[in-house]
Each structure stands twice: as structure tokens, then as C-alpha cells.
């Protein structure tokens, strides 16, 4: 009679239509059939990415694309910039490092945002880097980087700005043409509300102009060759078909709830989980908290790692633990994609429930007041 909880920042909890979706059967790629479906997803991408910029899809998960973006644009010995700040950014340089690629970092204490004047700086100082390297949301930290900044820093020069929006995208705001971001990476498994799987990149004029020239060894992450196949709504390796038929219901969803609709949905999750947390007595370690995850500061006298493990085995209720050095310090509660107001009221009880069985001081039910005052003021238009 168990009943599961998924509230961590990827994979995501599935949409009964994209779950039904998954279980039609399976149609051949090299079809008119598959063909018509590959592009309205496509198109349904560029949507959500808000841009009009080819949209490439890849099956891996999201850092095969992340790949893709370092082996397509740079050649070994290119220089490029990598602003750090979290896991997540940490493997934009271990990618760079992996080809060949000189790196320059921007340090960000973890839980803080980037300045954009230190991007500015950098390509100041390193006026021959080709590209800078971003994460909308650092997921591993919570926060959340102002994009549109770093963009207006990096358009005037001549390198190309990446983001990695892997759990970013359809939580924050991305524009991606109007703030002139040449690569935006983004997977199946976190806002998207699917599986894990397909990757994503949009690409840019600028940056076609670097792939063509690359000297970095590539194959299966060609982007040139799924530019090709592009030309013909078709990609250059077997699709993950199952997937792409599941996209659609996803995109449906998205599309007909409007991507403003979905993006201040989501803004109400993460108020309501950061007013939930701090009426608990907890305080976010985020400076500048995103609305994917939240991360939230374990509280002195509990043992971290035990209350991620408590809630999951207790209340079978499953978040996020700290990552690399944060692990222990931080637990994380995710609110992407299909993560609605009353699993957030699940996720504050239980934490609440099992702070108080580990010797924490909480009263329970002030969590999950703060929050439901936040809830019950959700717009009519779709949030509930
Ligand atoms: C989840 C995540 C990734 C990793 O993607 P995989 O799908 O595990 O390869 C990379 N970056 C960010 C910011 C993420 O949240």
C-alpha cells in the first residue's frame, strides 16, 4: 500500500499522458509518420526555448549534449571561459579539460550568483576566448544566475555564450534570441516532464560559424550531421522513438497551459517551498534562489545525510541530498515541471515530521501554513 513521492530536481514526476504516451506501440524513425512528429517537436522546442534558432536533439542524457556544445564549437588549444559556482559548472570545465580546451574560470562561492562585471573582466582580459560557459540553474547549489547579464556582457565580443539549462529551462525565464545566447542546453528529464533521455541544444548563426571550423574529434555528437538530417526533420542515428511520441503529450501540456502560465506556476512552487522552509525555521542556502530547486541549510544538531534518508524511508517521500562537499550540509526540494502545490505540501510535512523525530525544535504545521498562504493565493489561470 506504499505510496512514492518524487520531488527531486531530475528525474521529475511523469504526467499521466506522457505515461500513457510511453506505452503505445512503438512506430519506425524512418517514417513520413516519425517525420511529422520529430518536427512539431522541434518546433515545440523552440518554443519552449524561445528561440527561432535551429533546435538539435541528441539521445543521452543532458551532458551528452553539454558534450557536444565544448567538442563542436572549440578545437584543442581554443580558449574559453567558464563561470563556476556549483557540480554542474564544475563540469563545463572538466569538459573543456577533456578536449584539449585552455580554460579560464570565474570563481562563485557556492550558493552565490555570478557578477556579470567578472565576465566582463574575463573577456577583457582574454579577448582571444571563443566561448563562455554558464549554467542558468546550479542545481547542485539552488541558484539561480542572471543569464540576461552575463549575455549583455558576452554579445559585444566575439565569443559565443553556452548555457547549460538543463533544469533551468521552462523554470526560468530563457530568452534566449532577445538576450543573444548562442547555445542552450537543456534535457528530457527535469521541467520537461519526461524520462530521462533526450537532450536538446539551440544553435546559433554565430555558433554554426565556430562548428564548421572545430578540430576537436567527434562522431555520434556531430552537430554537423544533425544539421543535415535536420534538413529532412530527421536525425543521423535511430531516435529514442518512445521518447519523442511522450514529448508531444509533454509539449501539449506546456504549450496549451501557455509558457508564461508555466513559468509562474512554477515561481509559486518555490515561493511557497521557501516560505514553507523558512516559517519551519530553516534558511536557504541560495543567494539567489532559482525556481527549480531549493536548497535548504540542514539545521545544527541534525545529521544530514540521515534526513534525506529518514524522509525517503519513513515517508517515502524522496529529495535531494547535498552533492560533492555540500553532501550532509544541504538538502534539496525540487518544484519543476509536474511538481504541483500539494506535493509541496507533502515534502513540507514530511520534513517537518522528520525534523522532529531527529531531535530537531519544530512546531509542525508552520511549514505548511506559510505555504498553503502562499497556494491559496495561486491564480485562477491553470496553477491548480
Ligand atoms: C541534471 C543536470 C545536469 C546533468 O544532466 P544529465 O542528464 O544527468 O546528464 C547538468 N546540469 C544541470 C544544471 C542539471 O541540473
Request: with cysteine; glycine share 8%; proline share 5%.
Amino acid at each position: 500500500m506504499r505510496k512514492d513521492y518524487l520531488l527531486t530536481p531530475g528525474p521529475t514526476p511523469l504526467p499521466p499522458q506522457v505515461q500513457e504516451a510511453l506505452s503505445r506501440p512503438i512506430i519506425h524513425h524512418r517514417t513520413a509518420q516519425y517525420r511529422a512528429l520529430f518536427k512539431r517537436i522541434l518546433s515545440g522546442m523552440q518554443a519552449a526555448m524561445q528561440t527561432k534558432q535551429s533546435v538539435v536533439m541528441f539521445t543521452s542524457s543532458g551532458t551528452g549534449a553539454m558534450e557536444a556544445s565544448v567538442c563542436n564549437l572549440l578545437s584543442p588549444g581554443d580558449h574559453a571561459i567558464v563561470i563556476l559556482g556549483g557540480k554542474f559548472a564544475e563540469r563545463w570545465q572538466a569538459l573543456c579539460k577533456t578536449f584539449g580546451v585552455a580554460v579560464t574560470t570565474i570563481p562563485v562561492a557556492y550558493g552565490e550568483a555570478v557578477d556579470p562585471e567578472q565576465v566582463r573582466a574575463a573577456l577583457k582580459q582574454h579577448p582571444e576566448a571563443k566561448a563562455v560557459f554558464a549554467t542558468l540553474c546550479e542545481t547542485s547549489t539552488g541558484v539561480a544566475h542572471d543569464i540576461q547579464a552575463v549575455a549583455a556582457a558576452v554579445r559585444p565580443t566575439s565569443a559565443v555564450l553556452v548555457v547549460d539549462a538543463i533544469s533551468g529551462l521552462l523554470a526560468e525565464d530563457c530568452r534566449t534570441d532577445e538576450w543573444g545566447v548562442d547555445l542552450v542546453v537543456t534535457g528530457s528529464q527535469k521541467a520537461l516532464m519526461l524520462p530521462p533521455g533526450l537532450a536538446f541544444l539551440s544553435v546559433s548563426e554565430k555558433a554554426w560559424m565556430l562548428i564548421e571550423q572545430s578540430k576537436s574529434p567527434r562522431y555520434y555528437f556531430d552537430l554537423r550531421l544533425a544539421k543535415k538530417a535536420l534538413a529532412d526533420d530527421d536525425t543521423p542515428f535511430t531516435s529514442s522513438v518512445s521518447l519523442v511520441v511522450a514529448m508531444d503529450e509533454a509539449l501539449k501540456l506546456i504549450l496549451e497551459a501557455g509558457l508564461p502560465q508555466v513559468l509562474q506556476r512554477c515561481r509559486l512552487m518555490a515561493q511557497a517551498t521557501r516560505a514553507g522552509v523558512e516559517a519551519i525555521g530553516l534558511s536557504l542556502f541560495a543567494k539567489r534562489p532559482s525556481n527549480a530547486v531549493t536548497a535548504v541549510n540542514v539545521p545544527a544538531g541534525v545529521d544530514g545525510k540521515k534526513l534525506t534518508k529518514h524522509i525517503q524511508d519513513r515517508y517515502n517521500v524522496t529529495l535531494a541530498g547535498g552533492q560533492g562537499e555540500m553532501a550532509g550540509k544541504i538538502f534539496r526540494v525540487a518544484h519543476m515541471g509536474y511538481i504541483g502545490p500539494f506535493d509541496i505540501l507533502i515534502a513540507l510535512g514530511a520534513i517537518e515530521l522528520s525534523l522532529l523525530e531527529l531531535g530537531g525544535s519544530v512546531t509542525p504545521g508552520e511549514g505548511l501554513k506559510a505555504a498553503q498562504a502562499v497556494i491559496g493565493n495561486l491564480s485562477p489561470v491553470g496553477t491548480r
